[in-house]
Protein backbone atom coordinates (compact mmCIF):
# COMPACT_ATOMS: atom_id res chain seq x y z
CA UNK A 1 0.00 0.00 0.00
CA UNK A 2 2.48 2.74 1.17
CA UNK A 3 4.79 1.74 -2.28
CA UNK A 4 2.04 2.30 -3.99
CA UNK A 5 1.00 5.78 -2.56
CA UNK A 6 4.62 6.66 -3.76
CA UNK A 7 4.66 5.16 -7.06
CA UNK A 8 1.29 7.25 -7.57
CA UNK A 9 2.88 10.52 -6.09
CA UNK A 10 6.20 10.04 -8.51
CA UNK A 11 3.81 9.68 -11.48
CA UNK A 12 1.97 12.81 -10.20
CA UNK A 13 5.29 14.67 -10.33
CA UNK A 14 6.63 13.59 -13.27
CA UNK A 15 3.23 15.16 -15.10
CA UNK A 16 4.12 18.51 -13.77
CA UNK A 17 7.08 19.74 -15.68
CA UNK A 18 6.50 23.40 -15.55
CA UNK A 19 8.76 25.81 -17.73
CA UNK A 20 11.48 24.49 -19.42
CA UNK A 21 15.19 26.39 -19.17
CA UNK A 22 14.64 27.25 -23.02
CA UNK A 23 11.14 28.72 -22.63
CA UNK A 24 12.39 30.75 -19.77
CA UNK A 25 15.20 32.28 -22.03
CA UNK A 26 12.95 33.32 -24.71
CA UNK A 27 10.55 34.93 -22.65
CA UNK A 28 13.40 37.03 -20.96
CA UNK A 29 14.94 37.52 -24.68
CA UNK A 30 11.44 39.06 -25.84
CA UNK A 31 11.29 41.25 -22.61
CA UNK A 32 15.04 42.27 -22.84
CA UNK A 33 14.11 43.62 -27.06
CA UNK A 34 10.87 45.20 -25.62
CA UNK A 35 12.53 47.58 -23.42
CA UNK A 36 15.62 48.07 -25.48
CA UNK A 37 12.42 49.57 -27.95
CA UNK A 38 10.65 51.23 -25.60
CA UNK A 39 14.04 53.30 -23.40
CA UNK A 40 14.73 55.64 -25.92
CA UNK A 41 11.55 57.31 -26.08
CA UNK A 42 10.92 57.30 -21.81
CA UNK A 43 14.14 59.11 -21.96
CA UNK A 44 12.78 61.81 -24.88
CA UNK A 45 9.65 61.72 -22.88
CA UNK A 46 11.10 62.77 -19.55
CA UNK A 47 13.52 65.35 -21.21
CA UNK A 48 10.48 66.82 -22.54
CA UNK A 49 8.59 67.14 -19.21
CA UNK A 50 11.66 68.57 -17.46
CA UNK A 51 11.72 71.36 -20.38
CA UNK A 52 8.23 71.74 -20.28
CA UNK A 53 8.85 73.02 -16.57
CA UNK A 54 10.80 75.56 -17.55
CA UNK A 55 8.93 76.69 -20.79
CA UNK A 56 5.71 76.86 -18.30
CA UNK A 57 7.68 79.17 -16.07
CA UNK A 58 8.78 81.66 -18.67
CA UNK A 59 5.51 82.08 -20.07
CA UNK A 60 4.16 82.78 -16.36
CA UNK A 61 6.87 85.30 -15.78
CA UNK A 62 5.82 86.59 -19.07
CA UNK A 63 2.76 86.86 -18.32
CA UNK A 64 3.61 88.92 -15.30
CA UNK A 65 6.05 91.09 -16.07
CA UNK A 66 3.69 92.79 -18.48
CA UNK A 67 1.01 93.08 -16.12
CA UNK A 68 3.39 94.36 -13.80
CA UNK A 69 4.72 96.94 -16.45
CA UNK A 70 1.09 97.57 -16.72
CA UNK A 71 0.29 98.29 -12.74
CA UNK A 72 3.52 100.41 -12.89
CA UNK A 73 5.03 97.98 -10.42
CA UNK A 74 8.10 97.47 -12.66
CA UNK A 75 10.17 100.03 -14.52
CA UNK A 76 13.33 100.30 -16.67
CA UNK A 77 16.38 101.43 -14.23
CA UNK A 78 18.71 103.29 -16.77
CA UNK A 79 19.41 102.48 -20.32
CA UNK A 80 21.32 99.05 -21.56
CA UNK A 81 19.87 95.66 -21.95
CA UNK A 82 16.70 95.29 -19.75
CA UNK A 83 15.97 91.41 -19.08
CA UNK A 84 14.30 88.88 -17.10
CA UNK A 85 16.43 85.34 -17.84
CA UNK A 86 14.14 82.22 -16.50
CA UNK A 87 16.33 79.10 -16.32
CA UNK A 88 18.30 76.64 -13.85
CA UNK A 89 19.86 78.05 -11.09
CA UNK A 90 23.22 76.89 -9.79
CA UNK A 91 21.71 74.90 -6.99
CA UNK A 92 19.68 73.02 -9.54
CA UNK A 93 16.74 74.92 -8.64
CA UNK A 94 14.13 77.34 -10.76
CA UNK A 95 15.64 80.73 -11.29
CA UNK A 96 14.33 84.03 -12.44
CA UNK A 97 16.40 86.97 -12.12
CA UNK A 98 15.70 90.74 -13.09
CA UNK A 99 18.95 92.56 -15.28
CA UNK A 100 17.86 96.75 -15.66
CA UNK A 101 14.84 97.04 -14.09
CA UNK A 102 13.60 97.79 -10.74
CA UNK A 103 10.41 96.38 -9.16
CA UNK A 104 7.99 97.76 -6.87
CA UNK A 105 6.93 94.84 -3.99
CA UNK A 106 4.03 97.10 -2.53
CA UNK A 107 1.31 98.14 -4.66
CA UNK A 108 1.49 101.56 -3.25
CA UNK A 109 3.01 103.86 -6.23
CA UNK A 110 4.90 105.75 -3.64
CA UNK A 111 6.54 102.43 -2.64
CA UNK A 112 10.78 102.46 -3.03
CA UNK A 113 12.04 100.73 -6.17
CA UNK A 114 13.68 97.83 -5.48
CA UNK A 115 17.01 97.18 -7.91
CA UNK A 116 19.50 94.20 -8.54
CA UNK A 117 19.25 91.28 -5.95
CA UNK A 118 16.59 92.59 -4.30
CA UNK A 119 14.46 93.58 -7.57
CA UNK A 120 14.68 89.54 -8.31
CA UNK A 121 13.93 88.28 -5.19
CA UNK A 122 10.75 89.85 -4.89
CA UNK A 123 9.50 89.74 -8.53
CA UNK A 124 10.30 85.90 -8.12
CA UNK A 125 7.65 85.42 -5.00
CA UNK A 126 5.26 88.13 -6.68
CA UNK A 127 5.00 85.91 -10.37
CA UNK A 128 3.89 82.17 -9.00
CA UNK A 129 6.67 80.30 -9.96
CA UNK A 130 7.77 77.55 -7.97
CA UNK A 131 11.56 78.74 -7.33
CA UNK A 132 11.90 75.64 -5.07
CA UNK A 133 11.34 73.16 -7.85
CA UNK A 134 14.46 71.31 -8.62
CA UNK A 135 14.94 70.45 -12.25
CA UNK A 136 17.66 69.25 -14.65
CA UNK A 137 16.56 70.43 -17.87
CA UNK A 138 19.73 73.09 -19.37
CA UNK A 139 16.45 74.93 -20.94
CA UNK A 140 16.52 78.64 -19.99
CA UNK A 141 14.59 81.70 -21.67
CA UNK A 142 15.48 85.16 -22.04
CA UNK A 143 12.06 88.26 -21.75
CA UNK A 144 13.80 91.08 -23.60
CA UNK A 145 12.05 94.14 -23.15
CA UNK A 146 12.56 97.41 -24.78
CA UNK A 147 11.57 100.89 -24.28
CA UNK A 148 8.75 101.83 -27.78
CA UNK A 149 10.32 105.05 -27.12
CA UNK A 150 7.31 106.76 -24.92
CA UNK A 151 7.71 104.80 -22.15
CA UNK A 152 5.74 101.93 -23.26
CA UNK A 153 7.30 98.37 -23.00
CA UNK A 154 7.50 95.65 -26.03
CA UNK A 155 8.04 92.67 -25.03
CA UNK A 156 10.10 89.75 -26.73
CA UNK A 157 10.80 85.87 -25.43
CA UNK A 158 13.44 83.53 -27.00
CA UNK A 159 15.39 80.67 -25.55
CA UNK A 160 18.72 80.49 -25.02
CA UNK A 161 20.86 78.36 -26.88
Avoid at 13 to 23: A, C, H, I, Y
Avoid at 34 to 55: E, G
Avoid at 71 to 79: A, E, V, Y
Wanted: charged share 20%; with cysteine.
Amino acid sequence: MLFMKMAQAREARKDNKGFSLVELIIVIAIMVALVAMLAPQFVKYVSKSRDAVISSAAEDVLATAKSDFALLKMDFDGTGAHTITIGKGSDGTLDVSLSGLKYRSDDAPTAAWLTGDAASAAFKSMCGVDTGKKTSSTLSYTITITDAGNGSPVFAMAPNS
